[in-house]
């Protein structure tokens, strides 16, 4: 068996039924089950650059090589020491000490995973950066653990913005990691939040449908399972038509506002119940809320709108994403597909969660709300085709599922994130002490590798702190640590004493000891960010959302493993 | 600088001499070589910990590869101890790692066992052993370090004895349950159907040859309608024929007699047409249809065919047009963007892709039986053949009752209870256990160790990808770590109960509990008299001492076996000094198992399964919402529209007999219908909602 074939062959070709199934779609079933086929597809077709073999840079390796990456360059000029040899598992212990670092670690990991493709590359990375520039440009993520602070600062600047960057720091317990991207986009965003039922917007069927029940007369047994939206509608139209003292339709779109009101409103309901244990009723009940929290469109999707309208702000997309995103805004304007409520909502989409009702009751209202959301999918379909885009119904389906929780993120350029503008740090110290203590040092320790104070703080020549920690008087470089921070805020500035004291001791202890724990741990979150980069599926670090104006994140993931705790800055 | 030093270099400046060189003297037991498993023994061997005992029970499977790095292809089916065990030795020689292909939960590894740890990790998949190790390590005073992940969320958390909380302070949810007669006469729901296949109808056809009798027995007590209960027995009774013909397959017997054609029509045929004659069952609700085999595999199989076809009324012909049901019908989920390529199994079968996968299925199995007619087949989710049958089974079901039908994907992971796991989660849940085991080790030198556990949750939400906090002091009110723990060694041949326990607790008002049997009550003496070996207390258990004033706290006594002295004449030997007893606190919550519970019910009382508090009970409703409510509204509110008594555990009805029907139970378990007896851990771990 092979299950090294391609993705297209392994999951479209339907066999009989009774077949085993392929051994790829077997070897990848729980991951498929979080990021779907497509997800996969885009995993297996990504191509990542990772610089140089350490022990965190092979340990973030390992965690796309066994899900399934396409391929993967690793490079790094140096050859294997004792120390790697004793922290880097992927390595052949004893055996690879004095062979070249890239070489003995990729094929290591080739070992996990067949299906992908593995490359060893023994240049400097200064040279290839000086010679090579175009291929760097044509990996769709490149990840740098540790690297050199010049040779990183030139890389960071070739491959803004089209390459995604990410940037790897660690030193002992302490680490730091950032996505270096323009804007990323999501629409499968896998939210917590369900899109509206419509209950105070309901649409004509539903409402007629919910008007028609002989509450009083029906059979008991089919009172007890009209599911609850239905009743719902029917007490929220009832409520209206009262306070509008009208016998037809109600024109309003009010609801129980006051804490009286809804407590009322909620006892109507228990009115409504023939028995004293019907559940449906007593759901409904606990569902009022749905009646008086208004069906709205979230800020963050409204945001979109002008974000893709005044599409100046941003480059040429090859995507057909702004296009969706501008039909979707013609949609809110005008939807006739819902006559009542014309604007201010968007598509409805066919998510009925579970509920107490039979499965007859539960099917026929189901196909209520799927007739609707066709209708109101064929409105959007002719907004989209004045757009003048291709885009297939599969994606037309995707993006209206979850255009209540679309996303689309910003980063940062690596240069205005190392170490970030004086004021921005100025108010993270005060908000996020710890995080930002962490992250200055960090930025102050890479300062020092830069000017070569701190001669061993390159990991391209393998760390070799036993020597180090012995020979460094930590207290010089202590004070260099602070002296060099101290230049990243704004004069007068005063560092958080206790915090101070701790990451920077932390540093001093080790400027760069790449520690298994914390390389095991960081290969895991830095794998799952880069994931979720690749995949387009669920939502990554950024510095806040595209369309927000405000620039107070610096899209920093920070890492403190002595205390346990992540932050964001 | 030599390569010996150089190998440690880093780990040695960071962690500092001392615990440093700890670590190559501690001995730690890992239990569990799967997802997280696999990563730990990378971590601690690189970390340096000298003495590492690995246990699993499993074998690796093809779908451990994405995330359990140590195994290749070419190890699927071995051991996965002795396989990780070799990988991770390669790496470090002077690192001793000791590989056990075996159950945590069987009696050598008994109190005294894991008293010889330092330290214990866990990386289990399932409730039962992880509360087991949990006790174990209550009971020997071992620090444990627990942890779970599912999907991107994950878990870990110190426990030790009297300092922090332990894994049973906080009730964990027990599984969901359905009434009897909604799974074998009225589902509604297509995991009602699922349910009734695999357990119910696998074990009728291809399961150990029992009556059926006395789950029923047990709905009937439980107020559920005598009729259909009646109804339901024949039913069972005729399924004989049906499983003689499976285990004696001859190649050449005609299709019209084949098993698999015997099999559907006494299913969805005979046994339909009965439960239709009960007209008083189908006032109120939409009755099935009985399905027709030739007209299902001639494509002539109709809608409305009987002109009663009630179920379909609702289904797909609102409007009255007859329409062929075999007619290809596309999956809803491709019309999703998690199916934008879609995979095969998950393509919608039609009605006649499911009866031909029903045949070809029965088939299979029947094959295997007939070479060995004793033999017995359960649902395995990673064996094929059980799995297409169970699809198949459950669609034919689902079609004959009106209710949606499923994808062999989809059925997959609500029959198997899969939960998704990838290797990242696992990677940063193994780092993170290795830090709280440094704090633990290094307790021993450094007081304020204990002031950096903590219990971290990986969590969903982007802006804080990590959540810790201090661990939480025990609950007064658990009967696990509460417990005031002591050891006996005896020879349970030649000790009786009365020696342990009026040697232990002298004259007081007790009762005496072997996990939940009760073996004595203060109206109730006479079991004093009799040996362990016959109250089947064996090495590995506990019996419990419980004060029934409710004044102090109860004595868990574990039981060893003797030291191998042959001049021993004593039978026992008691612990010396015998245990302090603890004044109960005025416990502010009910708990997993205390207060002691009533007298009459035999048992001690469940863990409450409301508390939202612990991980898994949020995963399991994430799971539920994302596998089958895209919406992600809470699964809290499932229809409980039956008003049939809910199934209860068959208990055993006199204090300590053996369970009549273990595989019985079994299959309930697996199907969440029953979490009160502890039986073999290995069929319950797809109860919990673990990676493995």
């Not at chain 2, 499976?246 to 019209?256: F, V």
């Not at chain 2, 963007?337 to 079968?349: E, F, G, I, P």
Request: hydrophobic letters at 40%; charged letters at 25%; one cysteine or more.
């Amino acid at each position: 068996m092979n299950d090294s074939q391609s993705l297209e062959t392994a999951t479209t070709s339907i066999q009989a039924p009774s077949g085993v199934p392929d051994p790829k779609t077997r070897r990848y079933d729980r991951q498929l089950r979080l990021w779907a086929a497509s997800g996969q597809a885009a995993l297996e077709s990504a191509r990542i650059l990772v610089i140089p073999a350490t022990a965190t840079a092979t340990s973030i390796l390992k965690n796309l090589v066994l899900p399934g990456l396409g391929h993967f360059t690793l490079m790094d000029d140096g050859a294997v020491t004792g120390a790697d040899a004793g922290n880097n598992f992927f390595l052949d212990g004893f055996f690879s000490i004095g062979k070249s670092r890239a070489e003995e670690a990729v094929k290591g990991l080739l070992e996990m995973n067949d299906g992908v493709e593995g490359v060893a590359d023994v240049r400097d990375i200064q040279e290839v950066l000086k010679s090579d520039k175009g291929w760097l440009k044509t990996f769709d993520v490149v990840i740098a653990h540790n690297v050199d602070s010049n040779v990183l600062n030139d890389l960071a600047a070739l491959l803004w913005p089209e390459t995604h960057l990410v940037v790897v720091n660690s030193a002992g317990f302490l680490a730091e990691f950032s996505i270096h991207y323009r804007e990323h986009q999501v629409i499968e965003s896998h939210s917590e939040t369900s899109a509206s039922l419509r209950i105070d917007q309901a649409f004509p069927a539903l409402l007629e449908y919910a008007m028609s029940l002989p509450l009083d007369t029906m059979d008991i047994t089919d009172h007890a399972h009209i599911p609850y939206p239905v009743i719902l509608v029917r007490a929220l139209e009832e409520w209206r038509r009262e306070r509008e003292q009208v016998t037809s339709p109600s024109s309003s779109t009010g609801s129980p506002r006051t804490t009286v009101e809804k407590k009322v409103f909620k006892e109507r309901i228990r009115a409504m119940m023939r028995k004293f244990d019907e559940e449906n009723f007593e759901e409904a009940e606990a569902q009022a809320f749905k009646c008086w929290t208004p069906t709205i469109i979230p800020i963050e999707v409204k945001e979109l709108f002008a974000l893709y309208s005044s599409s100046t702000s941003l480059p040429p997309s090859a995507s057909t994403f702004p296009a969706l995103i501008s039909a979707l805004a013609n949609f809110v304007q005008n939807n006739p597909a819902s006559p009542r409520y014309p604007s201010g909502l968007l598509p409805l989409t066919l998510s009925l969660p579970d509920m107490k009702s039979s499965t007859e009751e539960y099917v026929k209202l189901q196909k209520m709300y799927r007739a609707q959301s066709e209708k109101e999918k064929q409105v959007f379909k002719d907004y989209l085709s004045r757009e003048q885009v291709d885009a297939d119904d599969v994606t037309i389906d995707a993006f209206l599922k979850n255009s209540h929780a679309l996303k689309v993120l910003k980063g940062n350029e690596w240069k205005d994130v190392d170490p970030g503008s004086k004021e921005l740090l100025l108010d993270k110290l005060s908000t996020h002490p710890k995080e930002t203590a962490t992250h200055l040092a960090l930025a102050a320790a890479r300062r020092l590798g830069a000017k070569d104070v701190l001669s061993s703080f390159k990991s391209s020549s393998g760390p070799n702190d036993a020597t180090m920690a012995e020979n460094l008087d930590k207290n010089k470089l202590k004070d260099l640590l602070t002296a060099e921070a101290m230049t990243f805020l704004p004069p007068g500035t005063e560092l958080p004493e206790t915090e101070w004291r701790i990451v920077s001791g932390e540093i001093a202890r080790a400027p760069s000891a790449d520690l298994p724990t914390t390389a095991a741990f960081l290969g895991g979150l830095v794998a799952q960010e880069v994931i979720k980069m690749i995949t387009k599926q669920y939502i990554p670090i950024s510095a806040g959302n595209a369309a927000s104006s405000a620039n107070d994140q610096l899209g920093i993931c920070v890492v403190d493993l002595v205390e346990t705790w992540t932050g964001i800055l | 600088m030599s390569t010996a030093s150089g190998r440690t270099a880093h780990a040695k400046a960071i962690l500092g001499p001392e615990l440093h060189s700890r670590l190559a003297e501690t001995k730690v037991l890992l239990v569990g070589a799967g997802g997280i498993g696999c990563e730990l023994l990378k971590n601690i061997v690189l970390t340096g910990f000298g003495h590492i005992t690995l246990l699993d029970l499993d074998t690796i499977d093809l779908s451990n590869l994405n995330r359990q790095f140590l195994f290749r292809k070419k190890d699927v089916k071995k051991s996965k101890s002795i396989v990780a065990a070799r990988v991770a030795g390669d790496f470090n020689p002077n690192i001793k790692i000791k590989p056990i292909f075996g159950n945590i939960k069987e009696e050598e590894y008994d109190l005294e066992w894991f008293k010889g740890f330092d330290l214990v990790l866990n990386a289990l998949d399932n409730l039962d052993a992880r509360r087991h190790v949990n006790k174990m390590c209550m009971a020997a005073n071992v620090p444990l370090v627990e942890s779970g992940t599912a999907g991107y969320l994950g878990q870990v958390q110190p426990l030790v004895k009297d300092l922090t909380e332990c894994f049973d302070c906080i009730p964990k949810p027990t599984p969901k349950t359905f009434p009897v007669c909604t799974i074998r006469s009225t589902p509604s729901q297509p995991i009602h159907c699922i349910v009734w296949s695999k357990s119910y109808l696998m074990g009728q056809l291809f399961g150990i040859d029992e009556d059926a009798g006395e789950e029923l027995d047990e709905a009937e007590k439980q107020g559920e309608n005598a009729e259909e209960i009646a109804n339901l027995r024949k039913e069972a009774q005729s399924f004989k024929k049906v499983r003689d013909a499976i285990r004696n397959l001859t190649l050449n017997s005609s299709p019209t007699e084949s098993p698999a054609k015997q099999a559907f029509l006494k299913i969805f045929k005979h046994d339909i047409e009965r439960l239709l004659g009960m007209s008083d069952m189908w006032k109120h609700r939409a009755p099935p249809v009985s399905l027709d085999y030739e007209k299902i595999m001639d494509g002539t199989f109709w809608v409305g065919e009987n002109g009663e076809g009630g179920a379909q009324k609702n289904g797909n012909n609102t409007n009255g047009d007859l329409q062929p049901i075999a007619s290809t019908s596309t999956s809803a989920a491709a019309t999703t963007a998690s199916a934008r390529v879609a995979l095969k199994d998950q393509k919608k079968l039609t009605l006649k892709e499911n009866l031909e996968l029903f045949i070809s299925s029965v088939n299979a199995l029947s094959l295997r039986l007939s070479s060995n007619p004793t033999q017995t087949i359960d649902f395995d989710k990673d064996d094929e053949d059980t799995l297409n049958f169970v699809t198949a089974a459950s669609n034919l079901r689902s079609f004959a009752y009106g209710i949606e039908q499923k994808t062999k994907w989809e059925v997959k992971e609500m029959a198997g209870n899969i939960i998704p796991a990838i290797a990242t989660t696992n990677a940063i849940i193994s780092g993170l256990i290795v830090l709280q085991a440094l704090h633990l080790l290094r307790k021993s030198f450094d007081a304020k160790a204990y002031t950096k556990l903590r219990n971290v949750h990986i969590q969903f939400k982007p802006s804080v990808p990590l959540s810790s906090i201090a661990y939480s002091k025990p609950n007064p009110g658990c009967g696990v770590c509460r417990d005031v723990y002591t050891s006996v060694r005896c020879d349970v041949k030649r000790t009786t109960l009365g020696d342990i326990v009026k040697g232990i607790s002298g004259d007081r008002e007790i009762s005496v509990y072997e996990d939940k049997r009760v073996l004595v009550d203060p109206d109730w003496e006479d079991n004093y008299s009799r040996t362990l070996h016959s109250l089947n207390v064996g090495s590995g258990k506990f019996i419990s001492i419980v004060d029934e004033e409710g004044e102090w706290e109860t004595v868990s006594v574990g039981i060893g076996g003797l030291p191998n002295q042959p001049s021993t004449t004593l039978p026992f030997i008691l612990p010396s000094p015998l245990p302090k007893l603890v004044k109960k606190t005025k416990a502010p919550a009910p708990s997993p198992s205390t207060p002691p519970p009533p007298r009459a019910s035999l048992k001690r009382s469940l863990p409450d399964d409301n508390d939202g508090a612990i991980l898994v009970d949020l995963l399991s409703e994430n799971i539920q919402n994302n596998s089958s409510h895209p919406d992600g509204q809470p699964a809290t509110k499932k229809p409980k529209l039956s008003t049939h008594g809910k199934l209860k555990p068959a208990n055993p009805s006199s204090g300590f007999s053996e369970l009549r029907s273990p595989s019985k139970k079994r299959r309930l378990e697996e199907d969440g219908l029953i979490m009160m007896e502890g039986l073999d851990d290995k069929f319950e771990e797809d109860v919990i909602v673990i990676d493995d």
